[in-house]
């Protein structure tokens, strides 16, 4: 709705909005992106007008997708191919963009943003470790442990306790 009220005060006409996309009737001319870009920068947002830069964040909004959606459907199928099909481009060009313009691999996003979702799930205390592996398809929760005190530097168990700790609870506070 920001980027809305943005682009309309500008006095450019959306036709379509998503997440880290927005199309336009209008050609923007060189002042109209410069004012557009210091608005949107005002209110936390940035216009990527670099092609390869706006192709990353579509692959980045994709892996978001994937992982942290509630559709046990769409966290089972093969990333690769995921990406490859909702891009409408070969993962091979894809993964050799990813990695020249954010410095890791396609790979190393995905396990950094499970292991975000792991942290997530961790903090509810909800679940047990053994069903954030499943909810997540680890193929073990030694796999999913491995995996997290590498990206981390700390167990699962360990990450938990220093949360436990920082929480006070409604008496002490």
Same mark, same amino acid.
């Given at each position: 709705?920001?980027?809305?009220?943005?682009?309309?005060?500008?006095?450019?006409?959306?036709?379509? !909005?998503? =997440?880290?996309?927005?199309?336009?009737?209008?050609?923007?001319? @060189? $002042?109209?992106?410069?004012?557009?870009? *210091?608005? #949107?920068?005002?209110?936390?947002?940035?216009?990527?007008?670099?092609?390869?830069?706006?192709?990353?964040?579509?692959?980045?909004?994709?892996? !978001?997708? =994937?992982?942290?959606?509630?559709?046990?459907?769409?966290?089972? @199928? $093969?990333h690769?191919?995921?990406?490859? *099909?909702? #891009?409408?481009?070969?993962?091979?060009?894809?993964?050799?963009?990813?990695?020249?313009?954010?410095?890791?691999?396609?790979?190393?996003?995905? !396990?950094n943003q499970?292991i975000?979702?792991?942290?997530?799930?961790?903090m509810?205390?909800?679940?047990?470790?053994?069903?954030?592996?499943?909810?997540?398809?680890?193929?073990?929760?030694?796999?999913l442990s491995?995996?997290?005190?590498?990206?981390?530097?700390l167990?699962?168990?360990?990450?938990?306790?220093?949360?436990?700790?920082?929480?006070?609870?409604?008496?002490?506070?």
């Amino acid at each position: 709705m920001v980027v809305q009220q943005v682009l309309q005060e500008e006095g450019l006409h959306p036709i379509d !909005i998503q =997440l880290g996309e927005v199309q336009i009737q209008e050609e923007l001319a @060189v $002042n109209q992106a410069q004012s557009l870009r *210091e608005k #949107l920068e005002e209110v936390g947002f940035e216009l990527l007008d670099d092609k390869k830069q706006k192709m990353i964040e579509r692959i980045k909004t994709v892996i !978001i997708t =994937l992982i942290h959606s509630e559709n046990d459907n769409l966290q089972k @199928v $093969n990333h690769s191919d995921y990406i490859a *099909e909702q #891009l409408n481009r070969d993962y091979g060009y894809l993964s050799s963009l990813f990695s020249e313009v954010e410095g890791i691999t396609i790979e190393k996003y995905i !396990i950094n943003q499970k292991i975000e979702k792991v942290k997530e799930l961790l903090m509810y205390d909800e679940l047990s470790l053994s069903e954030i592996a499943d909810q997540l398809h680890y193929s073990s929760v030694q796999h999913l442990s491995n995996q997290f005190k590498k990206v981390t530097g700390l167990t699962p168990s360990h990450f938990k306790q220093l949360k436990e700790k920082k929480r006070k609870s409604l008496d002490q506070v």
